[in-house]
Each structure stands twice: as structure tokens, then as C-alpha cells.
């Protein structure tokens, strides 16, 4: 593949291998929106060898935590992550689906008291069958599997 549709960073974070179209929900993860103050980029759709096609998202000046950066899993579980430091990649690993997640899913059961009118913090428990990620809501039992449509 002829390189690069974004430039190289000089320090900063860099989510490569995004599931192509993941990326804007991989922002809304990161909590970045209208009213960052980084220099942020996004590719969609680039050609990828592993991945046919894939999203990148790369921020400048920001060392985001491991924590928060293993909440990208829910939807993107081939995401690597590279921290840049004088444009060289001091760390790469791949995102790990945290076991708990408080709050980012909305539970799709409307009985559910995490959706009722008093404003309950969601609690999902994450586990990984067949490869695929699923969420199992703490407060009904409701077992979600396709998370992206479920990224508030
Ligand atoms: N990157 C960057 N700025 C740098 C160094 C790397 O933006 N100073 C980006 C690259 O553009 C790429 C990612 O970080 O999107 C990983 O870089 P690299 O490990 O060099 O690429 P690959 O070998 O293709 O990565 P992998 O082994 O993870 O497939």
C-alpha cells in the first residue's frame, strides 16, 4: 500500500487496525468531541493487508490510559495501540476487552432500571465467546452482543 494517508506524529497516541467505520464511534469511546483542543486525525476505509479495509485515529500530544484505551475493544478487538514519543513507538500493544464497563452501553431491555426516569449508571460484564464481545447488564441479565449499536 502506498503510504501515508496521515502523516506521521511526532508524540501522541495512534489507534490503528479500527474495524473500518469504527472509527467515530472509537472518538465518542475516547470522550473526544467538538470541544477537544488536540490535533486529532481519522482516516475510514484505508486499504489494510490484514484487514481488507480498516479506520486509524491518531492523537497528537495525548498519552491516553491503557484503561480507557481497552474500552475501544467493545467494538473494535483487533485495535493496536501506539504510544509515540520523538516519532518513535515506545509501546505497542492490543486493546483487551475490560471485564467491567460502567456506563458508554445502554442497556436495550426498557424495562430495565437503567433505563428508568432516575439516572442509573449502566453496568455491563464483558466476556468474549466465539470471538465475538458480549455484555451481560448487571441490574436485568441481558446479554448484548453487537455493542456497537448499543455506544451511547
Ligand atoms: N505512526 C505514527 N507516527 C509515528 C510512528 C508511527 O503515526 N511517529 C503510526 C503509523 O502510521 C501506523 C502505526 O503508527 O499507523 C503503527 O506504526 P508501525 O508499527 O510502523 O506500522 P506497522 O508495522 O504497519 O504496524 P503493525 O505492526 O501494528 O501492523
Do not use: W
Amino acid at each position: 500500500m502506498k503510504e501515508l494517508v496521515i502523516s506521521k506524529i511526532r508524540d501522541g497516541t495512534v489507534i490503528d487496525h479500527i474495524n473500518a467505520g469504527k472509527a467515530i464511534l472509537v472518538l465518542k469511546i475516547l470522550g473526544i468531541d467538538e470541544n477537544t483542543k488536540e490535533t486529532v486525525s481519522m482516516v475510514l476505509n484505508v486499504p489494510s493487508k490484514k484487514m481488507g479495509k480498516k479506520d486509524i485515529v491518531k492523537v497528537e500530544g495525548l498519552f491516553i490510559s491503557e484503561e480507557k484505551l481497552n474500552k475501544i475493544a467493545l467494538i473494535a478487538p483487533n485495535a493496536t495501540i501506539n504510544l509515540i514519543r520523538e516519532y518513535e513507538i515506545k509501546k505497542k500493544f492490543k486493546v483487551k476487552p475490560p471485564e467491567i464497563v460502567k456506563g458508554i452501553l445502554k442497556c436495550p431491555n426498557r424495562l430495565c432500571i437503567s433505563n428508568a426516569k432516575e439516572p442509573v449508571e449502566t453496568i455491563f460484564y464483558i466476556s468474549v465467546k466465539n470471538g465475538q464481545v458480549v455484555a451481560k447488564c448487571h441490574y436485568c441479565g441481558r446479554n448484548i452482543s453487537d455493542l456497537t449499536k448499543f455506544i451511547v
